[in-house]
């Protein structure tokens, strides 16, 4: 995808470009192509992005290591500020405290937004935090034990008996 001149964007008519997306993006290793839509909205002081995309991604499972599909869509929007001091260098000191309303995407009024590293981004942030194969998945299951075999800690033996004494 190439990247959109944001000045062209303000003279486009509706001021909004449409993005049909049927490609691969660089650094997310998918089985399919990313497929879907954007659309980049400049609203004077802003772009308002738009986009819709699905694909399949192969993950590990965080309990059993087996690896599995997954069908990784977003529909999601997003507003980026265009500030002149966007490309500016950072002149604050290292370390310092930034407002919450400080933490928002700005891009400088004349210059290009890149509609792949922002789906990119979006892909990423969708990715599921536990990635499990199957919500009942038992995990790593050491050789010749059984799969229902409940095994308890020795180190818990203690507060099981007491356990068992209260339910008497």
């Known amino acids: ?28 290793q998918t089985l399919t192509p990313v497929k879907g839509r954007m659309i980049v909205k ?14 399949i991604v192969t993950l590990t499972c965080h309990r059993c ?6 069908r990784l869509a977003i529909d999601t929007s997003e507003i980026i500020w265009l500030d002149e001091s ?10 310092r405290e930034t407002p919450l309303e400080d ?20 892909l990423c942030l ?6 499990l194969c199957d919500r009942d998945c038992l995990g790593v299951i050491p050789a010749g034990m059984d799969a229902i075999e409940s095994t308890v800690d020795r180190r818990w033996q203690a ?10």
């Open 42 to 55: 400049h609203r004077g002081n802003y772009l308002e992005v738009l986009g819709k995309a699905e694909t």
């Open 103 to 122: 933490l928002m995407e700005t891009l400088p009024p004349d210059g290009y937004f890149h509609p792949d590293e922002w789906l990119y981004e979006q």
């Open 126 to 131: 969708a990715m599921p935090l536990r990635q």
């Open 65 to 70: 290591l087996q690896q599995y599909n997954y």
């Open 1 to 28: 995808m190439e990247a959109i001149h944001i000045p062209r964007i303000a003279k486009a008519p509706e001021q909004k470009e449409v993005i049909q997306i049927h490609e691969s993006i660089l650094d997310l």
């Open 159 to 168: 507060l099981e008996a007491l356990k068992k004494q209260l339910s008497n």
């Open 86 to 95: 966007a490309e500016g260098p950072d002149t604050g000191p290292l370390e």
